[in-house]
Nanobody, 124 residues
Framework: QVRLEESGGGLVQAGGSLRLSCADS????????MGWFRQAPGKEREFVAA????????DYTDSVKGRFTISRDNAKNTVYLQMHSLKPEDTAIYYCAARYGSVIYTTPTNYMYWGQGTQVTVSS
């Protein structure tokens, strides 16, 4: 059973950095692709980044490339999203998600397991 819990959100000024963590207490290990999505008020949930079970392959939405880095530590059952050069448009609730398998999908419906989300607010 996959159980995901995000942490690390908060309020930061534009240009600042945050690191989000997603702990999987179900200890599913490297068989799952892990993703980060975000949802701003009045908008649909959108893909941010994902990483395969081995950590070898990752994908990012264009708006965060060069600023965000996704990584995972399978020994700690944790996935991270390091965010730099944050912009006000990055403000959203950030969700961690998991899907079994090694293919990276960017649509939320392809992910079976979700955390409760953590709020990221970037002030201008």
């Amino acid at each position: 059973q996959v159980r995901l819990e995000e942490s690390g959100g908060g309020l930061v000024q534009a240009g600042g950095s945050l690191r989000l963590s997603c702990a999987d207490s179900g200890r599913t290990g490297s068989g799952y692709t892990m993703g980060w999505f975000r949802q701003a008020p009045g908008k649909e949930r959108e893909f941010v980044a994902a990483v395969t079970g081995s950590g070898r392959y990752a994908d990012y939405t264009d708006s965060v490339k060069g600023r965000f880095t996704i990584s995972r530590d399978n020994a700690k059952n944790t996935v991270y999203l390091q965010m730099h050069s944050l912009k006000p448009e990055d403000t959203a609730i950030y969700y961690c998600a998991a899907r079994y398998g090694s293919v990276i999908y960017t649509t939320p419906t392809n992910y079976m397991y979700w955390g409760q989300g953590t709020q990221v607010t970037v002030s201008s």
